[in-house]
């Protein structure tokens, strides 16, 4: 299966888990996996979330950023992958000047 981001249209979603600004991404979804390619814009941010039935994998690809993991600042970029296992916390923030892209994958945890 080809998954074509580039021919997808892109969704804003503001206030994101209670983030700033807008959310923008391009997701293909089954009952397994979220497979997104996310976009904030500086100052935005997906707010601070626990996940508790899934985990996620985030590949910065532009621009740089943080992730706040379990209380802790951790900066981001291109080409650093942040992994939030099941049951823990995590936010992403553009902190930087330009887009902050990424790809992120959420699987789902299956009892």
Known sequence: MIIDFDNMEEK???????GNKE????????????IMRGRLVPGASIGLHTHMENSEIILILEGSGKVIYNGNDIALKVGDV??????????????????????????????
Request: with cysteine; glycine share 6%; hydrophobic share 30%.
């Open 82 to 111: 942040h992994y939030c296992p099941m049951g823990e916390e995590h936010s992403l923030i553009n902190d930087g000047n330009e887009d902050l892209k990424f790809f992120a994958v959420v699987p789902e945890h299956k009892n």
């Open 23 to 34: 959310y923008n991404v391009k997701m293909f979804s089954d009952s397994n996996n979220k």
């Open 12 to 18: 804003a979603m503001p206030n994101f888990k209670g």
